[in-house]
């Protein structure tokens, strides 16, 4: 069996200085997937090794480039999702971790699916997985640049056993409320995975993204549609009610498809059919 991931870094603008950053973070962390499954490693593992070195890095609008709430503090988002028992692990509106990615793997194969806020952070806690101080992931304490907009990180993951996983990653809004949750912990509306039709992850508007359903939409199309024209589809129904976003497919036969009605979105992939990985900031950058 081959394996195959492929990641993205935001569905945002990104300024042409950045462009680099989001190459070089976008391949780290494919890599970081991808020695994973050349290992025959678990498609889990390759996700959250992936989006671990996404959140670590502040280029990306998650772990440590989130952004910072009305009342100036940073609140995350994160999912993982394996294909084949349907198990989700999911944190909302969680403090003061360092990967939100990790603390939603410990919470995989529990019996709950969501935690939020202070319940979650003790989840962390109890779990071992990495916490910090909660002005640790605030910019102007670490000297950072503060981010802007950006928006939500994402993998999906094929391993060479034929299983399937997703997880996204997000480090909230400007500006938005206290406890606002978008549509990166939802099943259905930021991701979802289904072994024997694929996996999708989305990124952007997430209000938008979750009114409409957007990865249960294309999950449904999939089966009648390339992965390229569900994702096309859904981002026609976004766009319907004035939402802007960018999502990546795999299939369960290693087929891959990106798409994006933001200007940017940076993305990588890679197979075992592939000697490079790919990694392009935008369509009009792959030549599509
Ligand atoms: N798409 C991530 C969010 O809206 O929070």
Not at 48 to 75: C, K, M, W, Y
Not at 255 to 265: I, K, L, M, P, Y
Request: negative net charge; charged residues 20%; hydrophobic residues 45%.
């Amino acid at each position: 069996m081959s394996w195959a991931i492929i990641l993205h870094g935001g569905a945002k603008e990104i300024d042409p200085e950045d462009v680099d950053a989001h190459r070089v973070g976008c391949l780290r962390a494919l890599e970081a997937g991808r020695r994973v499954l050349a290992g025959d490693g678990s498609a889990v593992d390759a996700v959250e090794a992936a989006i671990r070195v996404l959140e670590a890095d502040p280029t990306f609008n998650a772990g440590f480039g989130s952004a910072l709430n009305a009342d100036g503090a940073v609140e995350m988002c994160a999912s993982i999702m394996e294909g084949s028992g349907f198990n989700v692990g999911g944190v909302a509106v969680i403090r003061g971790v360092q990967h939100p990615i990790s603390v939603a793997r410990a919470l995989l194969f529990k019996e709950e699916i969501l935690l939020a806020g202070d319940g979650a952070r003790r989840f962390a806690a109890e779990n071992d997985c990495e916490l910090c101080h909660f002005a640790a992931l605030v910019p102007r304490s670490t000297g950072r640049k503060p981010v802007h907009l950006h928006d939500t990180v994402g993998c999906v993951a094929l391993d060479s056993a034929g299983r399937m996983a997703v997880g996204t990653s997000a480090g909230g809004l400007d500006g938005a409320a206290t406890g606002r949750v978008g549509d990166s912990p939802m099943p259905g509306c930021g991701f979802y995975v289904d072994d024997t039709v694929g996996g999708v992850a989305f990124s952007g508007d997430g209000e938008q993204i979750a009114r409409r359903m957007l990865a249960a939409g294309v999950l449904h199309r999939m089966p009648n549609a390339s992965p390229d024209a569900a994702l096309q589809s859904a981002l026609h129904d976004v766009a319907r009610i004035g939402g802007s976003a960018g999502g990546i497919v795999l299939t369960p036969a290693g087929a891959f498809g990106w798409q994006h009605n933001s200007r940017d979105f940076a993305v990588a992939y890679q197979s075992s059919r592939m000697a490079e990985p790919a990694c392009f900031a935008n369509k009009a950058q792959a030549g599509h």
